[in-house]
């Protein structure tokens, strides 16, 4: 008798655990912003005096709890082809949208994404890669702004390469 209520104890502590976590669904605000990045667009960057022009194409996953990208251009530093793929999904127990992506030079980028509910959206993101001349670390502040349903502007501010800063960057989407 003594083990039995320790015993239902946890069961209804593991039971409430898991009813929480399995209730914490993806915010309408959020899903709403990320539904106005499906489809394809044409991008153009402008990082300084540098210009990159590249494609992406961004879907809802089949179970609709993550918005799937892929990409095609130029990388900005070494402007040599590169492609990439990610994935932006919910992170319930942080509350925010999390983004992780894998790029065929062997980048690895993930970002955390402020969506509130009044259409303010920032992503502080990192990047980690390899050139030939070593490991190379990328940090920005990343702020999207809708300008209508076809257009979308990416400012990154306080870009910083390898602890050093850099000049700004400007993605303009527009949609295909």
């Not at 990416?154 to 400007?170: A, S, T, Y």
Request: proline share 5%; aromatic share 10%.
């Amino acid at each position: 008798m003594i083990l039995k209520f320790p015993l239902l104890s946890v069961m209804a502590t593991c039971l409430l655990l898991f009813t929480s976590t399995a209730s914490a669904e993806m915010p309408k605000h959020v899903r709403d912003a990320l539904t106005k990045l499906e489809g394809e667009w044409k991008i153009t960057t402008t990082i300084g005096e540098k210009t990159i022009e590249w494609e992406l194409t961004c879907k809802w996953s089949p179970t609709k709890d993550a918005m799937v990208y892929s990409w095609e251009g130029p990388d900005y530093i070494t402007q040599e082809p590169n492609t990439g793929t990610g994935i932006i999904g919910w992170d319930a127990a942080k509350q925010m949208a999390v983004e992780f992506e894998t790029e065929g030079d062997g980048t690895i980028f993930t970002a955390t994404h402020y969506i509130s509910d009044k259409g303010e959206w920032t992503s502080p993101s990192k990047a980690t890669g390899i050139t030939e001349d070593g490991p190379v670390y990328v940090e920005v502040q990343r702020a999207f702004v809708f300008e209508g349903d076809d257009v979308l502007v990416i400012h990154g501010k306080h870009r910083i390469i390898n602890g050093k800063k850099e000049p700004n960057e400007k993605s303009v989407f527009k949609r295909k």
